[in-house]
């Protein structure tokens, strides 16, 4: 089965939030089993962690912006856990503000999650909570 189109996952999401809200839960608390992910592994999980060193490095390298915390993430949770965890979370994490502020959220975890083939491995609401908070921002790609 191939995974779905961006179109087709939008649609899922926007399923999803609506019979939260219909069975008065927070999406939090509802699981959507139609929705379950591949997993990324081999050579995939590698060029993801590149992608996610990359966000690293190349802030530092263009912008003179290190994020510390983001690489002691990666050295503590690895590159999967770490996207779920500033992706998904609530709100704008301090390394998203501060892209923002340079102009660079195109280097934001966020954004990357978003593309092709990336965004086929995430849960739909960690990839809504990341459109939201670039939507926030005015980011599209």
């Given at each position: 089965?191939?995974a779905?189109?961006?179109?087709?996952?939008?649609?899922?999401?926007?399923?999803?939030?609506?019979?939260?809200?219909?069975?008065?839960?927070?999406?939090?608390?509802?699981?959507?089993?139609?929705?379950?992910?591949?997993?990324?592994?081999?050579?995939?999980?590698?060029?993801?962690?590149?992608?996610m060193?990359?966000?690293?490095?190349?802030?530092?390298?263009?912008?003179?912006?290190?994020?510390?915390y983001?690489?002691?993430?990666?050295?503590?949770?690895?590159?999967?856990?770490?996207?779920?965890?500033?992706?998904?979370?609530?709100?704008?994490?301090?390394?998203?503000?501060?892209?923002?502020?340079?102009?660079?959220?195109?280097?934001?975890?966020?954004?990357?999650?978003?593309?092709?083939?990336?965004?086929?491995?995430?849960?739909?609401?960690?990839?809504?909570?990341?459109?939201?908070?670039?939507?926030?921002?005015?980011?599209?790609?």
């Amino acid at each position: 089965m191939d995974a779905p189109t961006e179109a087709q996952q939008l649609a899922l999401e926007n399923i999803y939030e609506a019979a939260c809200r219909w069975l008065g839960r927070r999406s939090n608390e509802v699981r959507l089993e139609t929705a379950t992910r591949p997993e990324m592994s081999g050579d995939l999980l590698q060029h993801f962690g590149e992608e996610m060193w990359r966000l690293y490095r190349e802030p530092a390298k263009r912008l003179g912006y290190n994020a510390t915390y983001f690489r002691e993430l990666l050295e503590d949770r690895g590159p999967v856990e770490t996207a779920v965890f500033l992706a998904g979370a609530p709100g704008h994490h301090e390394g998203l503000t501060t892209l923002y502020e340079l102009g660079a959220l195109n280097l934001s975890v966020e954004a990357l999650i978003l593309r092709d083939p990336w965004c086929h491995y995430f849960e739909p609401k960690t990839l809504a909570a990341a459109r939201k908070k670039l939507a926030a921002l005015g980011y599209s790609e």
